[in-house]
C-alpha cells in the first residue's frame, strides 16, 4: 500500500497561488496513476487534477483548466498541485490519491480508481 502526505495548504486572498505537495512512499517502481480531490463537507469529493507517473499525460477538472497544474518529480517521490488566480470556491480539503495500477483516462478523475489517499491539506481563499 502507498502511504501518502499531503502539504502545503492554507489561507490565501483571492486571485492568489498556493503550492500543495504529496510525498508518497513508493513512487516510480508502484504507482501508475496520482491525483488531486477536493472535498467539501456536504458535497461529494471531486476530481481536480490526475497525472500518469510513467508517461506524464494530465487530467484537469473544467473548473480549474488554466488555473491549476499537476506537476511530478520522482527523485522526491512526489506530486504537485500548483493552484494560480484561486478564488474562494476553491475553498476545500485537498486529497493526494495513488493507484498502483493504470487504468483508462475515463477513470483518471474519479475517486473510486483510487485504493491510497492522504490524510488531507485544507485550501481556504478568503474574497
Known amino acids: 500500500q502507498v502511504q501518502l502526505v499531503e502539504s502545503g495548504g492554507g489561507s490565501v486572498q483571492a486571485g492568489g497561488s498556493l503550492r500543495l505537495s504529496c510525498a508518497a512512499s513508493e513512487y516510480m517502481h508502484s504507482t501508475r496513476l496520482m491525483a488531486w480531490f477536493c472535498h467539501i463537507p456536504g458535497e461529494e469529493r471531486e476530481g481536480v487534477a490526475a497525472i500518469y507517473t510513467t508517461i506524464g499525460s494530465t487530467y484537469y477538472a473544467d473548473s480549474v483548466k488554466d488555473r491549476f497544474t499537476i506537476s511530478q518529480d520522482k527523485a522526491k517521490n512526489t506530486v504537485y498541485l500548483q493552484m494560480n488566480s484561486l478564488k474562494p470556491e476553491d475553498t476545500a480539503m485537498y486529497y493526494c490519491?495513488?493507484?498502483?495500477?493504470?487504468?483508462?483516462?475515463?477513470?483518471?478523475?474519479?475517486?473510486?480508481?483510487?485504493?491510497?489517499w492522504g490524510q488531507g491539506t485544507q485550501v481556504t481563499v478568503s474574497s
Open positions: 490519491a495513488a493507484r498502483v495500477n493504470s487504468l483508462s483516462s475515463d477513470y483518471a478523475l474519479r475517486d473510486i480508481a483510487y485504493p491510497n
